[in-house]
């Protein structure tokens, strides 16, 4: 600020000697605070003295423009003393940079601007390159066509060689020239979209030449000399023993067959030994009765799995053929599972808790472990096959599904779907020969199902229809038994691979039960343990 610049107005009250130079007018007061005015033409000292007083009044400071470099300045000095300095500046260094300030909120947006006016016109572009030719036009009517010329004369056929060592091959005749080629009509004039002229009529036919003679027939070679006898072959089999009789001959042994003439009944016979129509006999008692259990293994080496009576179970229990043992417990206790494989590498997955889990545990013989989880969690659906290659199919999951799902030792993969979703049906047989029977969707079913490891097809039709029955063996040789019906049933049906037929009735009948074996030693249990068995016995059927 400079100090020749200050504007005072008001009164000045000096109390000791001093004097101030503003611009080029020296104040000065005495002793006595008498204040002088006194013009200065070069003034070199702004203040004479000391100074001490007061003023009252204002003080007018003149504004120094932002940036401007001022080094004419008033300041006080250590002493309390007012001096003036002219080699000082007012801007100081810069001062570091503060921190950024947060971020305002967003403005409202502006109203849109009226449009711009239309530019010119731009400059014409450089001229395009030739259109595709047009199509030619429709072909003039053709000219008649000339007449074919006589066909030449055909050499005659080369004398044939002996036989034998083959001859050579007689000399082609040569080929008879071709008749000049008729003259070719005029083309005609561009036509208009016309139709198209007539053909020209075909010149006739050359005459064929006469045909060579057949050269005489070769000698015929030696005849060669007869090869050695053979040995004698060795006797084959003996033919089965075809009689006639009014009743079967005999004996009939283990592992053979009979064919015979029945003379009564006018019929050709085959008798054999083979196995009858199975019972069902009492097993061991079951430590825990429950139902809704999965089931797997074989009739002497049987798993019970899980199930239901009044609480989900976890137990597992194995069978020997004559009584139940504990096994190790399930993980998830649950019914309405699926199960298969067998004693000592079981499989179960899935089970009642809506809409249905999806878990999956496998059994070394010992205890169960964590298995990959089913794709649709489910319960009352059914199972085959074994740990690695497990089958599973159907169920109720929000509704009743005809999900298909395989296993692998580690994880499911989907399946071909079932032609008839359905819940409560039984299961037997393979992953690539599977068998889904019965069941239920708002009427107990009739029908049977086929798997090849890829799709299901039609089988045939059970002679009873029901749900929540239990089965056991293969594609070809499938048993089922017990089940509902309007009640709880007991009969048994056998599979052959294209119809079913009765089997013997379970001693109790029931539902929600499982099932072990194959047809011909199968297993039942829930409340209660039977052993289906079918004896060896004399077959007769009629060709």
Known sequence: MRIDQIELSGSLFVTSSASIILGKTKISSDNNGSISFTNVSNPTQKVIGSYSGSFTGSIKLPTV????????????????????????????????????GNQGNQGNQGTQGTQGTQGNQGTTGAQGNQGIQGTVGIQGFQGNQGAQGNQ??????????????????????????????????????????GTQGFQGRQGPTGVQGTAGTNGT????????????????????????????????????????????????????????????VGSWSAGGAIITARSTLAGAGTQNAGLAIGGFSNVSFSCTEEYNGT???????????????????????????????????????????????????LITGRGRFTGAGTQNEGLVMGGVSNGQVSV??????????????????????AGAGTQNEGLAVGGFTSV?????????????????????ARFVLAGAGTQNAGLVFGGYSNANVSCTEEYNGTSWSAGGPLIAARSDLAGAGTQNEGLAFSTSTEEYNKAFTIVDRVL
Do not use: H, K
């Open 217 to 276: 027939n070769g000698v015929q070679g030696f005849q060669g000399a007869a090869g050695a006898s053979g040995g004698t072959g060795a006797q084959g089999s003996q033919g089965a023993n075809i009689a006639s009789s009014a009743s079967r001959p005999s004996p009939i042994n283990l592992n053979t067959m009979c064919l015979w003439f029945d003379t009564a009944l006018s019929v050709p016979m085959v008798s054999y030994c083979g196995y009858g």
């Open 444 to 464: 107990n079913l009739l029908c049977t199902e086929e798997y090849n490891g890829t799709s299901w097809s039609a089988g045939g039709v059970l002679i009873t």
């Open 65 to 100: 423009p932002q940036g401007a470099a001022e080094t004419n300045i008033l300041l006080v000095n250590g002493s309390g003393n007012v001096v003036y300095r002219s080699n000082l500046s007012l801007t100081g260094a810069q001062g570091t940079q503060g921190t950024q």
């Open 404 to 425: 298909t799902e395989e296993y692998n030792g580690t994880s499911w993969s989907a399946g071909g779907a079932l032609i008839t979703a359905r819940q409560g049906l």
């Open 323 to 373: 009584s139940w043992s504990a096994g190790g417990a399930l993980a998830t206790a649950r019914y309405g599972l699926a199960g298969a494989g067998t004693q000592n590498s079981g499989l179960v997955a899935g089970g009642c808790s809506f809409p249905g889990l999806s878990c999956t545990e496998e059994y070394n013989g010992t205890s169960w472990s964590a298995g990959g989880a």
């Open 152 to 193: 030449g004369i055909q050499g005659t056929v080369g004398t044939q060689g002996f036989q034998g060592n083959q001859g050579p091959t007689g000399i082609q005749g040569t080929v008879g020239t071709n008749g000049a080629q008729g003259i070719q009509g005029t083309v005609g004039t561009q036509g208009t979209v």
